[in-house]
């Protein structure tokens, strides 16, 4: 199994912050953000290559972050990849970026993990593997109860078996508040539907609505993953991240 981590946004919405330094690399609570994913996945078994996926502008910063991580995590294999990107209005988008590395290192043969490289999470991500075994796609979910707050991500319903019936983009009057978040499994016979979907001439940008056209071709099951989960937006969410995370890197 393989991880690919989505590093090539820009994050506009974090000017100035994100205009010299890649916003998976800002530190929340002491350490990257990034950070907080592969901590979570390092006790996962069976990890071949960790990808990450970049723009021009921060690659040779990633390959200095990993190179100076894999000192602390040396059973992770690291590959950066450009996705020879300059701004926000030549990137490849999420997809894209998904589509280009998945072809250029051959990742169609093995199962992947996707995740977003800001995506916080508070604890291990091991039982997310062990439930994605025998499995086509999942979708990890995270509850964020509260109506009016999932208008801005995604609205997930599912059956008793936890299989996705409805996915809806920033939902106007949404009946749940579980959302899908930018974390994934895919089978190796799934990945290979990423050139179907490019293909079809889709939308390139944001990783969810890949799960959206996926769901009504293939059973994609869901996983709520335990703990705290956070996505940071602006510079107020990455304040109020740093001070949850640093409640939980004390414990």
Excluded at 36 to 46: E, I, K, Q, S
Excluded at 79 to 95: E, F, R, V
Excluded at 130 to 156: H, M, P, S, W
Aim: aromatic share 12%.
């Amino acid at each position: 199994m393989n991880i690919l981590i989505l590093a090539a946004g820009y994050a506009t919405r974090l000017y100035p912050l994100t205009l010299t330094k890649a916003k998976p690399l800002l530190p929340v609570a002491q350490k990257p953000m990034i950070e907080w994913v592969l901590d979570n996945l390092a006790p996962v078994p069976g990890i071949d290559n960790v990808y990450v996926v970049t723009n021009n502008k921060f690659a040779a910063d990633f390959q200095a972050w990993a190179d100076e991580y894999v000192q602390r995590q040396p059973k992770m294999s690291f590959k950066i990849i450009n996705d020879g990107s300059m701004n926000d209005q030549d990137k490849l988008g999420a997809i894209g970026d998904i589509n280009l590395v998945v072809n250029r290192e051959n990742l169609a043969a093995s199962d992947l993990v996707v995740v977003a490289g800001d995506n916080l999470f508070s604890e291990s991500l091991e039982g997310f593997a062990q439930f994605c075994k025998g499995k086509r796609a999942v979708l990890a979910t995270y509850d964020v109860k509260d109506l009016e707050a999932i208008k801005k991500y995604n609205a997930i319903e599912v059956d008793a078996e936890g299989v996705i019936t409805h996915f809806e983009e920033k939902p106007a009057h949404p009946k749940v508040t579980r959302t899908g978040i930018a974390f994934y499994y895919y089978s190796k016979e799934t990945v290979a539907r990423f050139a179907e979907y490019i293909a079809e001439g889709n939308n390139p940008d944001q990783p969810g609505r890949f799960v959206q056209w996926l769901y009504t071709r293939t059973p994609v099951h869901t996983y709520e993953v335990p703990g705290i989960w956070f996505d940071i937006g602006s510079k107020e969410t990455l304040e109020e991240a740093n001070g949850i995370f640093a409640c939980v890197a004390k414990k």
